[in-house]
């Protein structure tokens, strides 16, 4: 019986973004840090990476090992200790097993650790360097990591999500589990991993699969994939907030002939190279954003308008608690809700006064200091007083335990902000409803989330605004000082040539 060990580590590392990254960052998260069989236990039968590698397990008959699962919501660089303790944890869990017939790991790919810049490199080096060169190391990954050559030597094959917002990585999970099986069973030769990283660091705000550039990209590799000696083409945007030098886009071909693998990736990475101008995408700042929603409000309409909050995502690293977006809307007197707003504090004020109760509040603005916007001073009324604990429903988090932690929806003027405890992006509807607003009879909504939230939320919305406001994950790259980003790379060295290479 075949032995296969599955494991997880997973973060989004914004190198801006105010809030540090510790052991307790994966802790805190939904399942804390799960090892050996209560891993196993946990993720069996989910719909999630490891889940879809525990389902062909079990048709294949394999004996399944439990290493370790954490992850931790996009925060800063990752503490160096937490780096060695979940790769120190994976790594004992190897060797504990003994023999081994193969390793699936689920990945994020856009890790930077204050001891690893390449943190899903160096954890897949330590992997190899237990399992030896022999054993399949298979792993998925998220279509905004930024992937190294170093990486690439280390493992087997590569797997990436290719939905955006990504609602596929269970299918991803049972692509890499099925491709393990070919292997084992002598149907697949053993493949190898090529790399292509066209010179090109563009916003995440235009890498939606389901159209522009990661959509012709990724139909592009479904061509080569048809034929022979590629197994699979993955294509990465990237993450740009992660600031070291192999930051950016990259195809990364899983191939069993070795001359066009590279060939593959060569020619998908010029392809990328000529659409880049596709990823560019300019925004409204917040003063003409919240200017267009009012009047789009003021014509009327039966769905509401949204105003996605997309540089303060904290799916991207933002804190959740900026605040220029939702002052300039209590200015203006406007009437809608905003999740989620990220500040226990005025959480524990709400409940000490109660509902119903009344109070001066300083929402927001308190994580990164003054540097993307002071906290607003209110007076808001307590509505809604919560545990803000709800079971996901729409496509990103449908059937998962959500967990805001006490949750206060605080009324000012004509706004109904849900103040959360637990910084979160709002990828649900059920971020509304959990303090009793009903999302769809809004004239206007404010989600602090990048692209996620649409899958539940475009079938409601009128019309989605993103906003240029400030924020760690601004898609407006000139707004940071970038310290490590190779250069020159495109957009920010705009007018840069490459000769393809
Ligand atoms: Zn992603």
Not at 298 to 307: F, I, N, S, T
């Amino acid at each position: 019986m075949p032995r296969i060990a599955v494991g997880m580590i997973s973060h989004e590392t914004n190198s801006f973004s105010p809030i540090a990254t510790t052991l307790s960052s994966f802790a805190d998260e939904r399942i804390g840090v799960l090892e050996g069989e209560a891993l196993l236990r946990d993720f069996a039968g989910s719909k999630t990476g490891i889940g879809g590698f525990l389902e062909v397990g079990a048709a294949q008959g394999w004996e399944m090992i439990g290493t370790v699962a954490a992850s931790a919501t996009p925060s800063a660089n990752v503490a160096a200790a937490a780096h060695d303790a979940l790769k120190g944890k994976m790594l004992d869990h190897l060797r504990a097993a003994g023999k081994l017939d193969g390793v699936l790991l689920h990945l994020h790919g856009a890790m930077l650790s204050e001891n690893a810049n390449d943190a899903e490199g160096d954890i897949c080096r330590a992997v190899r360097a237990v399992i030896g060169p022999d054993v399949p190391l298979l792993v998925e990954l998220d279509l905004h990591g930024n992937i190294t050559a170093e990486f690439c030597k280390a493992v087997d094959g590569v797997f990436v999500y290719i939905t955006n917002p990504h609602i596929d990585p269970y299918e991803r999970g049972l692509e890499a589990a099925e491709c393990m099986a070919r292997i084992l069973s002598g149907e697949l030769p053993r493949p190898k991993v090529y790399i292509s990283k066209p010179p090109m660091l563009p916003a995440t705000i235009n890498m939606r699969t389901a159209e522009g550039p990661m959509k012709a990209l990724i139909e592009r590799g479904d061509e080569w994939e048809a034929g022979p000696g590629i197994v699979n083409v993955s294509v990465f945007g990237g993450f740009p907030f992660a600031d070291f030098d192999q930051a950016g886009t990259s195809i990364i071909v899983t191939a069993t002939d070795p001359a066009l693998g590279q060939r593959c990736a060569d020619e998908m990475g010029r392809y990328a190279w000529s659409i880049r101008d596709d990823f560019l995408k300019s925004i409204p700042k917040v003063p003409e954003a919240v200017e267009q929603a009012l009047q789009l409000v003021a014509m009327g309409g039966d769905k509401p308008v949204v105003l996605a909050d997309v540089a303060d995502n904290p799916g991207g690293g933002g804190s959740g608690d900026t605040t220029e977006l939702l002052r300039d809307l209590i200015r203006r007197g406007a009437s809608g809700a905003a999740a989620c707003v990220w500040d226990p504090a005025a959480v524990q004020q709400a409940m000490k006064l109660g509902i119903g109760g009344e109070g001066t509040f300083q929402i927001g603005g308190h994580a990164a200091g003054d540097l993307y916007g002071a906290p607003i001073e209110v007076q808001g009324r307590v509505v809604t007083l919560s545990d803000g604990s709800f079971t996901g429903w729409g496509p990103v988090v449908r059937g998962r335990a959500v967990h805001c932690g006490p949750t206060a929806r605080i009324d000012v003027g004509g706004m109904k902000l849900v103040v959360v405890s637990i910084r979160q992006a709002a990828n649900d509807q059920g971020y509304f409803r959990v303090v009793g607003i009903q999302p769809e009879r809004e004239p206007l909504l404010v989600i602090k989330s990048r692209g996620h939230f649409r899958a539940d939320f475009e079938p409601i919305a009128q019309t989605i605004i993103e906003v240029d406001a400030p924020g760690a994950a601004n898609p407006n790259l000139e707004r940071f000082e970038f310290q490590h980003v190779r250069r020159p790379i495109w957009p920010l060295d705009r007018d840069m040539e490459w000769d393809g290479q």
